[in-house]
């Protein structure tokens, strides 16, 4: 064909074009007149999402309009529409119905009301457990104790378990019933904390199964109900994927499975931690588990499927537990522990990463996570495995440069929580010295180097909005800064608290981003915080949640 008829074609065709506007091809729904903020790799801010049997069709401009429409078109009004959250790590409970939610307690006085109140719903002698409690929130000055909880609960033992789940505050019937009083031993792990006159105060430090094994199991019943529950609620923070941190194999099993095809609640999509219940000294008890559960990294589907290996490799701040270089700065004897010796967490790794395991390993202070990358680095040399995403759940005082060379080699990650900078502000100042308080779960650095990071909140406290206002503004709850250059832009931290997740748990194919292709897991947001100051992020709020492309959560008009 010559060059002049290959242009007379061309203009044919043009007029055409024009002549017939083709008709509008339907889908399920369209997003448009806002800003759509994809999470990709290049950080792309389109207008226009159209979603069709459960996925993303097409994102682009205005222009989608022509070529597009549908029986359910959202006005967007001005407000960003993102991936669902992924809350790489947390923690979603499953409780009797004689559980008390004390986290919302700002005194010791309204911790014993709340559980004052469930003593006149349950029979006496019945145990009542409650979660969510911290000295930090309370109004006091003081931990709460065993004689606080007598007060309002003489007739029932009662046991709640302090935010982050590292300690646990026990009444005196509970007390009775597990046997321990002022003569009990110390714990080999943990420590029961005693009173100026030497008494228990009630208030366990990492070995709450010292009380929590003398309570009567809850029907399972009553269980999955609570965790599908607790699942959906999930929604309407709009996180539509999470990984849960810890399960036993029996847990995923029973519990998990049964929530997923028992209810008839919608729920986010789950990635379940298997925690093999490593003791001291018995490495092989916990492969045995692990080698019966009979499952691996992957295993289920795109709505619940097993995560990475847990091991608890120290403990945290919050219980002293917290494995680090420096003394503590409350307690120059304090260095925190090992949850387990290395070299029993090390039989177990390289047993299970030969299975196929992926790791995400519980590592809070620096020689906790420096001795864990080393461990994993012996493991990766001798038996490479090309994309492994190992990762560490916890990375909250910052390792030696050359740890970090090591993950970035590696390809070792990091769950993240960059609201602890926040909320556990408190903490960190109690005992951390100046240069690890600064870089306290340190995001822009690791990231700097090269480590690839997901964001989670380890519901501490559990909507993502507040870790992304921590990520871009390093500040405690008292309005310091800490660290700013361990900050990341709002279009970063978003990334990391949607993509990041997908990719830790090799979903970055089928969720995470706003591309064509990928599931409609979609959150609607009040406002366009790409635009608005970082201060407005803790007041906005989750308008819509789509999981699939339904809706699952919206929220009531003001
Ligand atoms: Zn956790």
Same mark, same amino acid.
């Given at each position: 064909?010559?060059?002049?008829?290959?242009?007379a074609?061309l203009?044919v065709?043009?007029?055409?074009?024009?002549?017939?506007?083709?008709t509008p091809?339907e889908?399920?729904?369209?997003?448009?007149?806002?800003?759509?903020?994809?999470a990709?790799?290049?950080?792309?801010v389109r207008?226009?999402?159209?979603?069709?049997d459960g996925k993303?069709?097409?994102?682009?401009?205005?222009?989608l309009l022509?070529?597009?429409t549908a029986?359910?078109?959202i006005?967007?009004?001005g407000?960003l529409l993102?991936?669902?959250?992924?809350?790489?790590?947390t923690?979603i409970?499953?409780?009797?119905r004689?559980?008390?939610?004390v986290s919302g307690?700002?005194?010791?006085?309204?911790?014993?009301s709340l $559980?004052?109140?469930?003593?006149k719903?349950v /029979?006496?002698?019945?145990?009542?457990t409650?979660y969510?409690w911290?000295?930090?929130?309370?109004?006091?000055?003081?931990?709460?104790?065993?004689?606080d909880l007598?007060?309002v609960?003489p007739?029932?033992?009662?046991?709640?378990?302090r935010?982050?789940s590292?300690a646990?505050l026990a009444?005196?019937?509970a007390l009775?019933?597990?046997?321990?009083?002022?003569?009990?031993?110390q714990p080999e792990?943990g420590?029961l904390?005693?009173?100026?006159k030497g008494d228990?105060?009630g208030?366990i430090?990492e070995?709450?199964?010292?009380?929590?094994?003398?309570m %009567? =199991?809850? %029907?399972?019943d009553?269980?999955?109900e609570?965790?599908a529950?607790?699942?959906?609620?999930?929604?309407?923070?709009g996180?539509?994927?999470?990984?849960n941190?810890?399960t036993?194999?029996?847990?995923?099993?029973?519990?998990w499975?049964r929530a997923y095809?028992e209810?008839?609640?919608?729920? =986010?999509?789950?990635?379940?931690?298997?925690n %093999?219940?490593?003791?001291?000294?018995d490495?092989q008890a916990?492969?045995?588990?692990?080698?019966?559960?009979?499952?691996?990294?992957g295993?289920g589907d795109?709505r619940?499927?097993v995560?990475?290996?847990k091991?608890?490799?120290d403990?945290a701040?919050s219980g002293?537990?917290a494995?680090?270089?420096?003394p503590?700065r409350?307690?120059?004897?304090?260095?925190?522990?090992?949850?387990?010796p290395i070299?029993?967490? /090390?039989?177990v790794s390289?047993a299970?990463?030969?299975?196929?395991w992926?790791?995400?390993?519980?590592?809070?202070?620096d020689?906790?996570i420096?001795?864990?990358?080393d461990m994993?680095?012996?493991i990766?040399a001798?038996?490479?495995r090309?994309d492994?995403r190992h990762?560490?759940?916890h990375?909250t005082?910052?390792?030696?440069?050359?740890?970090? /060379?090591?993950m970035a080699?590696d390809?070792?990650?990091?769950?993240?929580?960059?609201?602890?900078?926040y909320?556990?502000?408190g903490?960190?100042?109690?005992?951390?010295?100046?240069?690890a308080?600064?870089s306290?779960?340190?995001v822009?650095t =690791?990231l700097?180097m090269?480590?690839k990071m997901?964001?989670s909140?380890?519901?501490?406290?559990?909507?993502p909005?507040v870790?992304i206002y921590a990520? $871009?503004?390093?500040k405690?709850?008292?309005?310091?800064t800490?660290? =700013?250059?361990e900050?990341v832009?709002?279009?970063e931290a978003l990334r990391?608290?949607t993509?990041?997740?997908a990719?830790l748990n090799f979903?970055?194919?089928?969720?995470?981003?706003i591309?064509?292709g990928?599931l409609?897991?979609?959150?609607v947001?009040s406002?366009n915080?790409l635009e608005t100051p970082?201060?407005r992020?803790?007041?906005?709020q $989750?308008?819509?949640t789509?999981v699939?492309g339904?809706?699952?959560?919206e929220?009531?008009?003001q």
């Amino acid at each position: 064909m010559s060059a002049t008829n290959r242009t007379a074609l061309l203009w044919v065709g043009a007029a055409l074009l024009v002549a017939c506007q083709p008709t509008p091809k339907e889908a399920d729904i369209i997003f448009s007149n806002g800003a759509v903020y994809t999470a990709n790799a290049t950080h792309d801010v389109r207008e226009v999402v159209v979603i069709d049997d459960g996925k993303i069709l097409a994102v682009g401009s205005a222009d989608l309009l022509k070529t597009y429409t549908a029986p359910k078109m959202i006005d967007l009004n001005g407000r960003l529409l993102i991936p669902g959250f992924n809350d790489a790590h947390t923690h979603i409970m499953s409780s009797p119905r004689s559980f008390v939610d004390v986290s919302g307690a700002k005194s010791i006085a309204e911790l014993q009301s709340l $559980v004052g109140e469930m003593t006149k719903v349950v /029979e006496p002698g019945a145990w009542i457990t409650g979660y969510g409690w911290s000295e930090v929130k309370m109004s006091d000055g003081r931990k709460p104790n065993r004689q606080d909880l007598d007060a309002v609960a003489p007739d029932n033992p009662v046991f709640l378990t302090r935010e982050g789940s590292h300690a646990g505050l026990a009444n005196s019937a509970a007390l009775k019933i597990a046997g321990l009083d002022a003569k009990t031993p110390q714990p080999e792990v943990g420590e029961l904390e005693k009173d100026a006159k030497g008494d228990l105060t009630g208030v366990i430090n990492e070995a709450a199964g010292l009380v929590m094994r003398h309570m %009567p =199991p809850t %029907p399972p019943d009553e269980l999955v109900e609570s965790l599908a529950r607790n699942l959906n609620h999930q929604l309407s923070l709009g996180i539509t994927s999470l990984t849960n941190a810890t399960t036993g194999p029996e847990g995923y099993k029973t519990m998990w499975r049964r929530a997923y095809t028992e209810t008839s609640l919608p729920l =986010p999509r789950s990635t379940v931690q298997i925690n %093999p219940g490593l003791r001291t000294g018995d490495p092989q008890a916990a492969l045995k588990r692990l080698e019966e559960f009979g499952l691996v990294t992957g295993a289920g589907d795109d709505r619940l499927k097993v995560g990475p290996l847990k091991i608890f490799v120290d403990g945290a701040f919050s219980g002293v537990g917290a494995y680090t270089k420096q003394p503590y700065r409350s307690d120059p004897k304090q260095f925190g522990a090992l949850a387990a010796p290395i070299a029993d967490i /090390e039989v177990v790794s390289r047993a299970a990463h030969a299975m196929g395991w992926q790791f995400g390993f519980h590592t809070i202070g620096d020689a906790a996570i420096e001795q864990t990358v080393d461990m994993m680095d012996r493991i990766l040399a001798e038996m490479p495995r090309a994309d492994h995403r190992h990762y560490l759940n916890h990375f909250t005082v910052m390792p030696s440069q050359a740890t970090m /060379e090591t993950m970035a080699r590696d390809g070792i990650a990091i769950a993240q929580q960059p609201n602890f900078t926040y909320i556990l502000e408190g903490l960190f100042r109690t005992h951390l010295w100046d240069e690890a308080l600064q870089s306290n779960n340190p995001v822009g650095t =690791p990231l700097k180097m090269g480590i690839k990071m997901a964001f989670s909140s380890d519901i501490i406290p559990i909507g993502p909005l507040v870790g992304i206002y921590a990520a $871009v503004t390093r500040k405690g709850l008292s309005g310091e800064t800490y660290g =700013p250059d361990e900050c990341v832009d709002i279009k970063e931290a978003l990334r990391l608290y949607t993509h990041g997740g997908a990719w830790l748990n090799f979903d970055d194919d089928i969720k995470g981003t706003i591309e064509p292709g990928k599931l409609a897991d979609l959150v609607v947001l009040s406002e366009n915080i790409l635009e608005t100051p970082p201060e407005r992020i803790l007041e906005t709020q $989750v308008d819509l949640t789509l999981v699939g492309g339904e809706v699952v959560f919206e929220r009531a008009a003001q």
